[in-house]
């Protein structure tokens, strides 16, 4: 099996999105997308949905029983675990096609999404509309709430949302930031404090706010440009009155193209050592730098307290105290080519790492907060 992203809710129970079967290369890619579910912490996956590969889903996981998933403008839901599936269709005109480019839910019967719509009636190469679209019945029937096009909204249309309440939440785009607070009818640009050192929030990328408790809540944010005059690096917003004011934790310097390049040179010396040893001094090759682990990302918790941030193969960086004071991730540990790494709490967390010699994913499990790892074959049933 292929895992392109795993979502953990606790120690035991998750759920995966990917492919069914390993492949000798990434052109052997099966026609398939799948919906796993795990009740072991990651070492056995039952297959819960499959759709045509060509198919672009995008999923929301609100618990460790429930999940919607976002197929065009057709939207499927379990309950339990992906035993059953309801499926619903965002109602569209006659000369109308949607893609559903975004979704959250507040509990199982209160969710929102995003959505472009396109019109066969529209003149050639004309932008979508996009619409933001709220249900309160589970998904049994959808209501639009906002119908913008990109040229009245001013390019300030968001991206993704994210509510704390039925009438209480928040839009993100790049350095955008939106607060609504009757259900997302309207929307109202919500103005966040500078950290120390920094002079505006331009190049910056927000994060949704996640809340884990009505009051407390973190906003994650970080600011990647290849222009040397750019500080890069990351920051953390804290809220304990339900998000209507937020503070600045310290802005981190931490320009991860600075780090992968150091990186990249330190790979790409060694290479050269090994092809003289090999071919009589002769060093044609041919190294690759991946520019997706250059830019900066934004820090994920776990809790009020506990979070991560950086590349596994570059640099990791953990905070205890809800970004204040960030330390390094020791890394010696974990076993090489893991692209993706989450953790639950300050102890449990996992790595998605790529098999060399198959094109499927392994799986690594830390229960000591990353001071050591074990190795996972996962398979599916």
Not at 27 to 42: C, K, L, N, Q
Request: contains cysteine; charged residues 20%.
């Amino acid at each position: 099996m292929y895992l392109s992203s795993m979502h953990m809710v606790n120690e035991t129970t998750g759920w995966g999105v990917g492919e069914p079967e390993d492949h000798e290369d990434l052109m052997g890619v099966t026609p398939e997308w799948s919906i796993f579910h795990t009740t072991d912490g990651g070492g056995h996956w039952k297959v819960v949905k499959t759709w045509d590969f060509s198919l672009g889903i995008t999923p929301f996981f609100l618990s460790e029983a429930t999940a919607w998933i976002a197929i065009n403008h057709h939207l499927i839901h379990t309950s339990n675990a992906g035993i059953l599936w309801e499926e619903f269709a965002l109602p569209l005109a006659a000369d109308e096609s949607a893609q559903i480019t975004h979704l959250t839910f507040l509990d199982v019967r209160i969710g929102w999404l995003i959505a472009q719509i396109y019109s066969s009636s529209a003149p050639p190469k004309s932008d979508p509309l996009t619409v933001l679209y709220h249900t309160n019945n589970g998904g049994t029937s959808w209501n639009q709430l906002l119908r913008i096009s990109e040229q009245s909204w001013d390019n300030r249309w968001g991206k993704e949302i994210t509510f704390l309440t039925a009438t209480t939440g928040w839009m993100t785009s790049g350095s955008l930031l939106l607060t609504t607070h009757d259900g997302g009818r309207t929307w109202q640009p919500q103005t966040l404090p500078l950290p120390a050192g920094v002079e505006s929030f331009s190049g910056f990328g927000f994060e949704t706010p996640r809340f884990f408790s009505a009051q407390d809540g973190i906003i994650s944010a970080c600011r990647s440009d290849f222009h040397d005059s750019t500080l890069n690096g990351f920051v953390v917003f804290v809220t304990h009155d339900g998000g209507q004011n937020w503070q600045s934790q310290p802005f981190v310097l931490k320009d991860y193209n600075q780090v992968y390049e150091k990186r990249y040179q330190m790979l790409l010396e060694k290479k050269v050592k090994e092809m003289k040893e090999v071919n009589n001094g002769e060093t044609t090759f041919w190294f690759a730098r991946d520019l997706v682990y250059r830019t900066t990302p934004a820090p994920q918790f776990a809790d009020m307290q506990y979070g991560w941030v950086g590349r596994p193969s570059l640099e990791m960086l953990i905070t205890r105290d809800g970004g204040e004071h960030w330390e390094v991730l020791e890394l010696d540990a974990l076993p090489q080519g893991v692209e993706q790494i989450q953790f639950v709490n300050s102890r449990v967390g996992w790595g998605l790492m790529r098999n060399e010699e198959v094109f499927s994913t392994l799986i690594c499990q830390t229960t000591d907060g990353g001071k050591t790892w074990t190795r996972l074959i996962p398979t599916t049933f």
